[in-house]
């Protein structure tokens, strides 16, 4: 019987020192836990900023075409600003046989109608622009006048990019 209880008090000593270890291995699991939701929590916010940056930035790439004697708008909104509007658009008058590929006028402007870019009587060109006021910007193509009797294919290749 002695042997029985010594056995017993040896089990019972086994199962309260397992039990003992085991529960401070779960609080340890617990704080590390939490630091690493503490670390995360960091990490989330530091990444916030560069997140809405990205989210913010717009590429415009389209193609369309411009009857003769008219204008084709062409609008994006920029969410934030200050920012860069980079690109490039070409015009092309060979699928109407015309003339030649010009357009009579390109202009880009901004939400209060300011000119930030423009260009006339050209087949071609390319703008760079700081974009100082949230809101939505134009392009405007014209196909337009005396020698603009045939339509006009436009592409349009842009990107905005917040600083």
Known sequence: ??????????????????????????????????????????????????????????RITKEFDIPAGSVQSLSFSAAVAPGTLSGKWRSSGEVWRGADDSISGFTLSDPSDAVLD?????????????VSSPGKHTFFFENAGPQRSTPRRVFLDAEFKPD
């Open 118 to 130: 423009s260009a006339f009587r050209n087949s071609s060109g390319r703008f760079l622009v700081k």
């Open 1 to 58: 019987m002695k042997k029985i209880v010594v056995v017993l008090g040896v089990a019972l000593a086994l199962a309260v020192g397992v039990s003992v270890r085991s529960s401070l291995h779960a609080r340890s699991l617990r704080k590390q836990m939490t630091d690493l939701q503490v670390k995360l929590e960091k990490i989330e916010a530091k990444l916030q900023p560069l997140e809405a940056k990205r989210s913010a930035s717009k």
